[in-house]
């Protein structure tokens, strides 16, 4: 059964970057029916998309993050990681990883539990 | 980018209701439309694809349907498990955009 498990610091102080790594299970990361993605989920607020990566390193980023946001995979360790720089406390949110289907409609599934990133000094 | 409009924001329900919510896009999306369930403090559960095809495991009181640009995601006798909130997201094109969720609660 494909699992998605999250990891990385829970703190960030402002102006540095958030960094995770996704750690897939039960399935290699070089499918080529998918690609790898984050979203996010600001406490008691929506969900937003950050952006995808497929295995061989095309990536896709959200164009309200792009300039901060750095999505790399790594076949080998079957992972994928996020670096979001420049973060402030509007970054602070549950970071999901999730599996994206690669054709329409592009459905997400299944989510990794979700960690929670707080930025503050 | 494509805007996704749910409505209502929120309802409350009893046991047994039917139960309709309604996500509209801000362009056609040609059914490329998927539809999740968050229980609080749960991840995300993806319920149905392409508008209407019931993920494998989820129970058939769940349904789906739309085209264009508008959408309804039904549930047909709400179940306790059932109250959670939901998302809809387009599939249509990046940046991949989601409503800004329905929360479903107990009247």
């Known amino acids: 059964q494909l699992q998605l498990q999250e990891s990385g610091p829970g703190l960030v102080k402002p102006s540095e970057t958030l960094s995770l790594t996704c750690t897939v299970s039960g399935d290699s990361i070089s499918s080529s029916s998918y690609y790898w993605g984050w979203i996010r989920q600001p406490p008691g607020k929506g969900l937003e998309w950050i952006g995808t990566?497929?295995?061989?390193?095309?990536?896709y980023y959200n164009p309200s993050l792009k300039s901060r946001v750095t999505i790399s995979v790594d076949t080998s360790k079957n992972h994928f990681s996020l670096k979001l720089s420049s973060v402030t406390a509007a970054d602070t949110a549950t970071y999901y990883c999730?599996?994206?289907?690669?054709?329409?409609?592009?459905?997400?599934?299944?989510w990794g539990q979700g960690t929670l990133v707080t930025v503050s000094s | 980018d494509i805007q996704m409009t749910q409505s209502p924001s929120s309802l409350s329900a009893s046991v047994g209701d039917r139960v309709t919510i309604t996500c509209r896009a801000s362009q056609d999306i040609r059914t490329h439309l998927n539809w999740y369930q968050q229980k609080p403090g749960k991840v995300p559960k993806l319920l149905i694809h392409?508008?209407?095809s019931l993920q494998s495991g989820v129970p058939s009181r769940f349904s789906g349907s739309g085209s264009g640009t508008e959408y309804t995601l039904t549930i047909s006798t709400l179940q306790p498990e059932d109250f959670a909130t939901y998302y809809c997201?387009?599939?249509?094109?990046?940046?991949?955009?989601f409503g800004q969720g329905t929360k479903v609660d107990i009247k």
């Open positions: 990566i497929y295995y061989r390193g095309s990536t």
């Open positions: 999730a599996r994206r289907y690669i054709a329409p409609p592009n459905w997400f599934d299944p």
């Open positions: 392409a508008a209407s």
């Open positions: 997201q387009q599939g249509e094109g990046t940046p991949w955009t």
